[in-house]
């Protein structure tokens, strides 16, 4: 199985920065896109950011200019570096991977969560 294991959440003010890291290990033969997701109280989960292997990004257009994704291939990891943070950015934040587990499968992982709070 994959595991994937999320670092760098926590409190800051508005206008701060965090970083996020994820981790993926396991049985992984390749990683194709990772990315980023966040899920605010009572909202549905929604798509912050997300690069390819090849290094191509997408952002939601309400962290495009403030959040940067990165990924380093050979280690298995994504960051999301946060900057110029508000209070509607306040969700868990949870990567995702989709991993190819063999020459004929991939299938997305999820990691636990990790809790971003703004506040004002």
């Known amino acids: 199985q994959v595991q994937l294991v999320e670092s760098g959440g926590g409190l800051v003010q508005a206008g701060g920065s965090l970083r996020l890291s994820c981790a993926a290990s396991?049985?992984?033969?390749?990683?194709?896109?990772m990315g980023w997701y966040r899920q605010a109280p009572g909202k549905q989960r929604e798509l912050v950011a997300v690069?390819?292997?090849?290094?191509?990004?997408n952002y939601a257009d309400s962290v495009k200019e403030r959040f940067t994704i990165s990924r380093d291939n050979a280690k298995n990891t994504v960051n999301l570096q946060m900057n110029s943070l508000k209070p509607e950015d306040t969700a868990v934040y949870y990567c995702?991977?989709?991993?190819?587990?063999?020459?004929?499968?991939?299938?997305?992982?999820w990691g636990q969560g990790t809790q971003v709070t703004v506040s004002s």
């Open positions: 690069i390819t292997r090849g290094g191509t990004t």
């Open positions: 396991g049985i992984i033969l390749n990683i194709n896109a």
């Open positions: 995702n991977a989709n991993v190819q587990t063999s020459f004929s499968r991939a299938y997305d992982f």
